[in-house]
């Protein structure tokens, strides 16, 4: 990895992608494997984001019911009622840890795709498809944020964070995946991101 891909973690933010209890919880309607058992690593590493005074982005999906707003492959199941991140429901809340104490998140501001602050430097923003880049104002906040480098978390790797991660090269940020704190990451996938420069780091390393 050259000085042009290298993170900056001076200018980086933290993207937390889809942790939301449908995807996380065992009980959730979609959970993913492996989700639950990196909380406690993901909250450690929201909080030093936080110490640190740099910048956290939760990115959720919120399916009206019925699923009019839903990603194609999704929609037929979502029509005959099945139940996932449904606004106001558990489900669609972010898991618990994750938030700073007592936020909530603000669905219909979300739906609106207007960024949610929960402070100085932490937000919520809505993703509509599999990318947190794709038809969202991420890339514009974080540049208002002064963000050169992200350091990708969260799930589901097949979709979201694949997505989500190239896309963030391609708008030449400087990316970190934080291998330990993503669902269904394999060796082959770290492989894969190294050959687009992309640093493959562990959550208690990424800042050193």
């Given at each position: 990895m050259d000085s042009m891909t290298m993170p900056d973690m001076g200018a980086c933010a933290l993207v937390i992608v889809d942790m939301q209890n449908d995807f996380v919880l065992p009980e959730g309607s979609m959970t993913t494997p492996g989700a639950a058992e990196f909380v406690p690593a993901l909250t450690r590493l929201t909080e030093r984001f936080?110490?640190?005074?740099?910048?956290?982005?939760?990115?959720?999906?919120?399916?009206?019911?019925?699923?009019?707003?839903?990603?194609?492959?999704?929609?037929?199941?979502?029509?005959?009622?099945?139940?996932?991140?449904?606004?106001?429901?558990?489900?669609?809340?972010?898991?618990?840890?994750?938030?700073p104490k007592g936020a909530q998140l603000d669905e219909a501001l979300l739906l609106e795709g207007r960024p949610q602050p929960l402070g100085e430097q932490e937000f919520v923003i809505y993703k509509p498809r599999w990318s947190a880049f794709f038809e969202t104002r991420l890339h514009n906040l974080l540049q208002d944020l002064g963000v050169n480098s992200v350091a990708v978390a969260g799930t589901w790797y097949p979709n979201c964070i694949h997505a989500?991660?190239?896309?963030?090269?391609?708008?030449?940020?400087?990316?970190?995946?934080?291998?330990?704190?993503?669902?269904?990451?394999?060796?082959k996938d770290c492989s894969d991101l190294e050959r687009i420069s992309v640093r493959i780091v562990e959550s208690g390393k990424l800042f050193q």
């Amino acid at each position: 990895m050259d000085s042009m891909t290298m993170p900056d973690m001076g200018a980086c933010a933290l993207v937390i992608v889809d942790m939301q209890n449908d995807f996380v919880l065992p009980e959730g309607s979609m959970t993913t494997p492996g989700a639950a058992e990196f909380v406690p690593a993901l909250t450690r590493l929201t909080e030093r984001f936080r110490d640190k005074r740099q910048p956290v982005i939760h990115v959720v999906r919120l399916y009206e019911p019925g699923g009019g707003n839903a990603d194609l492959c999704r929609r037929e199941r979502l029509a005959t009622g099945e139940q996932l991140v449904i606004p106001g429901t558990k489900g669609a809340r972010i898991a618990q840890g994750l938030l700073p104490k007592g936020a909530q998140l603000d669905e219909a501001l979300l739906l609106e795709g207007r960024p949610q602050p929960l402070g100085e430097q932490e937000f919520v923003i809505y993703k509509p498809r599999w990318s947190a880049f794709f038809e969202t104002r991420l890339h514009n906040l974080l540049q208002d944020l002064g963000v050169n480098s992200v350091a990708v978390a969260g799930t589901w790797y097949p979709n979201c964070i694949h997505a989500t991660i190239y896309d963030a090269a391609a708008l030449d940020y400087r990316v970190a995946a934080v291998r330990d704190c993503i669902a269904g990451i394999t060796d082959k996938d770290c492989s894969d991101l190294e050959r687009i420069s992309v640093r493959i780091v562990e959550s208690g390393k990424l800042f050193q």
